[in-house]
């Protein structure tokens, strides 16, 4: 965190979980102080819900709370940039790629003026195929604190490597010791925003570990990235995160580099996406004889039923290594 004056907010939310420390490294190598909102709650999922349509699903109900706490501290910028695509011929969801836009139409109108605090200037620059580190991009968003290229340059520098250096770090380690500290290992799959964020997942990976289950997941895979036959679905699977659940979901059950006990879909309600390819994945573990459990995240708050559901399952698997 730099002690600079100007001020940026970054909702923790969507994209967040994936790129969140390229744009911290690259925010503060420029000088500027970055504040994320504060972990999900109650609160903020109240707060977000005043805006989210009745049928929007969890995550986007959440984002809007995000966004909306950030306006209760003075900030200068708000960091909310736009993702299409992450790979060639598949798209984001439609909710993530409109969320700056609702952000603009429905959350300005309703907080700028009204607290007595300034409303941020939103950066909302458009990512887009292999982009997420696009130095063009970055060089445009770096002109809103310095003219100076070389600055913008070392910026960009210094956060694609600390992205890459904490990518690497941590399929190394996951190679590594870990896997040798817990009885059982599970993969766990679903947008990174679902299974990282442990409001809206009830805090799935840390009750594994307590059950002595390690969760495994898309960012323990190796760096170098795992290829699977998309052929059979049209387009090759449209979307960019429906195809990286299903790679990684293959990569598990190819049982390289480990062998996975069994294996979890987060998938949050009222997400189309995730209610077809639940059932496609689903399907291939059967096939394989891999032990399944869909984990549908709503908006209940009490743990009791994802905990349950939970225990039965690594019950079962435990049952079935004869323990
Ligand atoms: S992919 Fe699913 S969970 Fe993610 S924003 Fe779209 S509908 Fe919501």
Redesign the pocket.
Known sequence: MSNSSIRLAVPRT?LYYRYFPLWESFFNELGVSVETSKPSSADILSRGSKYAHTD?????KL?FGHVDSLFDSQNDYLFLPRFFRLENKSF?????IG?TDMVRCCVYPQRSGVAETKAPYLIDNLFDIHNHSNEKVFRDIGRHFTSNYLKINRAYSSGVKYHKFLSDKRSSIFRGEILKRFKMKIGVIG?P??IHDDYINMGVLKELNRLDALGVTYEDMPSDGFECDLSGFPSGLF?S?GREIYRTAMYFMSGLDFKMDGLIYL??F?????SILVYIIQNEARARNIPFLNLTLDEHSAKAGILTRLEAFIDMLSCGRGE
């Open positions: 969507l929007s699903c969890l995550p986007i984002a984001v969801c439609p909710k993530v969320f947008h925003y679902n979307w995160f998938a949050p009222g997400c189309g996406l995730d």
